[in-house]
């Protein structure tokens, strides 16, 4: 509907991978009045300036995409900051777009919030049944307080106030706008360098870190921000339809994995190196496997379009077009 186009839709994160994809798709879909921030701009662990920005803007919907995220090395490294910037942020976000009247809003989470040992696929009823991943533990809290905040918002204000926050939880993102970085970077960005890097040496190996043997799902952050937009424009029946009120989150995943050395080889091949892949088993693994249950989503009627090979060609295209070697 033309009303809908003209909704003030605020994507916190939009210079992010997961937030320029939900622009990207937005744009698409002819939204004319998207709301976006630098952090230089506005700075979300600041509770007074989140404030002032939402009574100044008063957006219509949020998308919260905004998050410090990395790999294991980051989240290892850091994380104090991985559990104080996150809370801040999500605290500040959702309780601010409901003082300002946001009846919409979408948490995106990750996939890091089920326990480490959790039945494959994880379904979204395995959240808080075991110990979580040690070297994302931090990350994790965060996330899945951010889950809670926005049932709990809706517990206690949906029916008196029209308050329908929703949350999402990908499964491992990879695509345009990825972080490149080889300390803090996640497995398909790092890998992607790395192999790019050694093709340019001509490098006779690879090191990858750990056995190879963990499993892993992983998903095109543009199939992504399809989700997180269909997902937000579900009718409310339609939503509560497929989820309970202790278990509002939604899984956004593949629906298939791959194991780490599979997935080396297929960057490997996506890069045009042809050296040798090896592995160190004295680096950490993370969790065995991590497999997503999507059946909810499926059944609402989304299903993802991109593959892995398909999805690599386009990252390593982007990458090469991009300064995102620094």
Known sequence: MPTDLNQR????????MVGSAIVRNLQAKGYKNIITRTHAELDLTNQAAVENFFKTEKP?????????????YANNTFPAEFIYDNLMVQNNVIHQAFVSGVK??????SSCIYPRLASQPMGENALLTGKLEPTNEPYAIAKIAG????ESYNRQYGASH???YRSVMP???YGPGDNYHLE???VIPALIRRFHEAKLVNAPEVLIWGTGTPKREFLFVDDMAAASVFVMQLDKTQYDAQTEPMQSHINVGFGDDVSIAHLAAAVAKATGYQGKIGFDPSKPDGSPRKLMNSSRLNRMGWNPKVN???GLAIAYQEFLQGDARE
């Open 171 to 173: 499964t491992n993102l």
């Open 147 to 150: 889950i809670k905040m926005c």
């Open 9 to 16: 839709i605020y994507v916190a994160g939009h210079r992010g």
């Open 162 to 164: 029209g308050i329908d």
């Open 308 to 310: 892995l090979d398909q």
């Open 104 to 109: 919409k809003l979408l948490f995106l989470g």
């Open 184 to 186: 803090n970077s996640h």
């Open 60 to 72: 219509d919907q949020v998308y919260l995409a905004a998050a410090k995220v990395g790999g294991i």
